[in-house]
């Protein structure tokens, strides 16, 4: 599984240009499922997610507080092409990412885990084109990968 996770000021997303998900202070997290990602995956990704302490406290410039210490908010977008390969030709590959019929549960299932912390969670929607605006805070951007135990 991998997350690039940007810590914004705000940010939405828009298919076909309305927007579905809407978010101010907190994190924009691209979501990307490969074809061995399970439960324990999603499990790791959302407390990680939930944890990081990306936010400056008010004291100082240090980053101190997570996205649950401000009551930030989340705004999930999948995203496949984060298992492109582009090491050969010209155009990427897709072959580890995870199929939609894999990927939808696992994605949805990621949504409702974070959903379970009480914070305000808003999605893109899975597998359609989307427009996604992001006022990145920093910038910070991170990628967080974690692969399924072997």
């Given at each position: 599984?991998?997350?690039?996770?940007?810590?914004?000021?705000?940010?939405?997303?828009?298919?076909?240009?309305?927007?579905?998900?809407?978010?101010?202070?907190?994190?924009?997290?691209?979501v990307g499922i490969t074809d061995t990602d399970t439960p324990a995956e999603l499990d790791w990704m959302v407390r990680k997610c939930l944890s990081l302490?990306?936010?400056?406290?008010?004291?100082?410039?240090?980053?101190?507080?997570?996205?649950?210490?401000?009551?930030?908010?989340?705004?999930?977008?999948?995203?496949?092409?984060?298992?492109?390969?582009?090491r050969k030709g010209r155009r990427p590959a897709f072959a580890q990412a995870a199929p939609p019929s894999q990927a939808a549960p696992l994605f949805e299932?990621?949504?409702?885990?974070?959903?379970?912390?009480?914070?305000?969670?808003?999605?893109?929607?899975?597998?359609?084109?989307?427009?996604?605006?992001?006022?990145?805070?920093?910038?910070?951007?991170?990628?967080?990968?974690?692969?399924?135990?072997?």
């Amino acid at each position: 599984m991998r997350v690039l996770v940007q810590r914004v000021l705000s940010s939405q997303v828009l298919v076909a240009g309305e927007v579905v998900g809407a978010i101010g202070r907190g994190l924009n997290l691209l979501v990307g499922i490969t074809d061995t990602d399970t439960p324990a995956e999603l499990d790791w990704m959302v407390r990680k997610c939930l944890s990081l302490r990306l936010f400056p406290n008010a004291e100082s410039d240090r980053w101190e507080a997570s996205v649950q210490d401000i009551g930030g908010e989340i705004l999930v977008v999948s995203q496949f092409t984060l298992y492109g390969d582009c090491r050969k030709g010209r155009r990427p590959a897709f072959a580890q990412a995870a199929p939609p019929s894999q990927a939808a549960p696992l994605f949805e299932q990621f949504v409702d885990e974070l959903r379970a912390s009480g914070l305000s969670v808003q999605t893109g929607e899975f597998g359609a084109h989307m427009q996604v605006e992001i006022s990145n805070d920093g910038p910070v951007t991170l990628w967080l990968e974690r692969e399924a135990a072997g």
